[in-house]
């Protein structure tokens, strides 16, 4: 099983929204069964919480089905993940510090480094927490943008690991 977790401040936002775009992608491209996909904050300060209400409602207008409690990302898991997700560049920072090997710190990526339409000083995606439903489907736009590349990824590396 190739496992992928994304990560974000309180695992509230973009981190959820993330995982439900991809789950999607994952589903619709016959990959689910390969590939597990799951969602961290680096910050405590949501844990247990449900997705923030405007993260919910941006995802189900889109169509993407959520169910979501917030954890936190803990040094350890990176035994347990391939891929490390991060949608900003404080996170990615955040992550490969916490990365006890070499190793462990090459897992960590940016999303929009996935998204062809991202320039070098656009890797990061704003975090939509103190503002209006817009920033929220903004944020949504972003990761829509990134998942395919993601997918086209993550997908190469499973066919490699289930090839004779």
């Known amino acids: 099983m190739y496992r992928v977790c994304f990560v974000c401040t309180g695992n509230i936002c973009r981190s959820p929204m993330a995982e439900a775009v991809f789950r999607a992608q994952l589903r619709e491209a016959g990959l689910d069964g390969l590939v597990e996909t799951g969602s961290a904050g680096t910050g405590s300060w949501h ?5 923030d209400p405007r993260t919910s409602d941006v995802l189900e207008a889109a169509g993407y089905p959520l169910s979501h409690t917030a ?4 040094p ?4 347990r993940h391939d891929l490390v997700v991060a949608l900003d560049e ?3 920072a955040q992550l490969r510090a916490m990365a006890r090997t070499t190793a462990e710190a ?3 990526r940016l999303l929009r480094s996935y998204d062809p339409g991202s320039g070098p000083d656009e890797l990061s ?4 927490y103190y503002g209006g439903a817009r920033g929220f489907a903004r944020c949504l736009e972003m990761v829509e943008a990134a998942v395919p590349g993601l997918l086209s990824e993550v997908a190469a590396a499973v066919g490699a690991r289930e090839a004779p």
């Open 106 to 108: 090459a897992t960590v």
């Open 71 to 74: 954890r936190l990302f803990e």
């Open 47 to 51: 844990l247990g919480d449900a997705a």
């Open 90 to 92: 404080g996170h990615a």
């Open 76 to 79: 350890d898991w990176f035994d």
């Open 125 to 128: 995606v704003p975090d939509p």
